[in-house]
């Protein structure tokens, strides 16, 4: 499976944002996408998570009520609406895929998410 994430960016505090992650060669009946995020001097961690074909949404409890995660399966892309961003946001962000969404052994190459005015 390969994953690629883009729509990475420079956005004011407040403002938003969505992140886009093309998944191709997938063949699993059952596959998970999740986003992580890695701030600057931090470990990496994720943020987001969803199955690829619906449910089992997982969100990291200081992005509740301001990111969501969603798919559309017409162009094989799973997604992460960002909205309210806040500086402690900025990252590089990463999606990444796994069979059951505990090993994430699948990943694309990040995308520099920056909060600031």
């Known amino acids: 499976v390969q994953l690629q994430a883009f729509g990475g960016g420079l956005v004011q505090p407040g403002g938003s944002l969505k992140l886009s992650c093309t998944v191709s060669?997938?063949?699993?009946?059952?596959?998970?996408i999740g986003w992580f995020w890695q701030p600057p001097g931090k470990e990496r961690e994720l943020v987001a998570a969803e199955r690829w074909s619906g449910g089992a949404t997982y969100y990291k409890e200081s992005v509740k009520g301001r990111f969501t995660i969603f798919r559309d399966s017409a162009e094989n892309t799973m997604y992460l609406q960002m909205s309210s961003l806040k500086p402690e946001d900025t990252a590089v962000y990463y999606c990444?895929?796994?069979?059951?969404?505990?090993?994430?052994?699948?990943w694309g190459r990040g995308t520099l998410v920056t909060v600031s005015s």
């Open positions: 990444a895929g796994d069979q059951d969404g505990t090993r994430w052994s699948d």
């Open positions: 060669g997938l063949t699993f009946s059952t596959y998970y």
